[in-house]
């Protein structure tokens, strides 16, 4: 579910809330990028720093990252906002122990909503910690069998969580 406010959390929320939601994306990311050594723990904590201010600012839609292996999917995880997410049951950060591959190469994409403008991005331009550039790839993962997921949820924000894998 796409979330349009732009710069406040609504009543049903607070900022403190998409925190507690973010750190246990940024526990997936940081066991994503030990597991796989396809990051460093600081690029993992940067990435989970941008989606926070993303989130808060209320232009994020989705964070997904797939494990690829020269090129081929192996496995991927998407975390979709939702805020209304308070009849969903949190659940705890983990089960994302991913392989170590071949050629490993780790692609985070993200989805904004409509109010992420031009304008918009220029304003958060310096509040990143990532070089964010426009990408096609496809993050279907049509090659890949869903493989469950999990909620990250406080109050009514939340990340519902869904894997994919070979």
């Known amino acids: 579910m796409s979330q349009t406010s ?6 049903t929320y607070t900022y403190v809330d998409i925190e507690n939601v973010v750190r246990r994306v940024k526990a997936d990311l940081a066991m994503i990028a030990d597991s796989t050594g396809a990051w460093t723990a600081a690029e ?3 990435y989970a720093h941008d989606v926070e201010v993303l989130a808060k600012a209320g232009y994020l839609e989705w964070v997904d990252v797939t494990l690829l292996s020269h090129g081929v999917e192996v496995k991927a995880v998407r975390f979709e906002v ?3 997410a308070g009849s969903l049951t949190t659940s705890r ?3 994302v ?4 591959v071949a050629g490993a190469h780790l ?4 989805n904004y909503t409509n109010a992420y403008t ?3 991005r220029e304003a958060m331009k310096d509040k990143l910690k990532m070089g964010w550039v426009p990408s096609y790839d496809d993050s279907s993962h049509s090659s890949l069998t869903s ?3 999990r909620n990250y949820v406080s109050n009514a924000y939340g990340m519902q969580r869904k894997d994919w894998a070979e």
Not at 6 to 11: F, P
Not at 97 to 100: A, Q
Not at 107 to 110: D, M, Q
Request: no cysteine.
């Open 118 to 120: 031009s304008a918009a």
């Open 97 to 100: 122990l991913w392989p170590k």
């Open 6 to 11: 732009t710069a406040t959390a609504s009543a």
């Open 93 to 95: 950060p983990g089960g």
């Open 107 to 110: 692609r985070i994409l993200l």
């Open 82 to 84: 939702d805020t209304d």
């Open 44 to 46: 993992a904590t940067n």
């Open 147 to 149: 493989s469950g997921g």
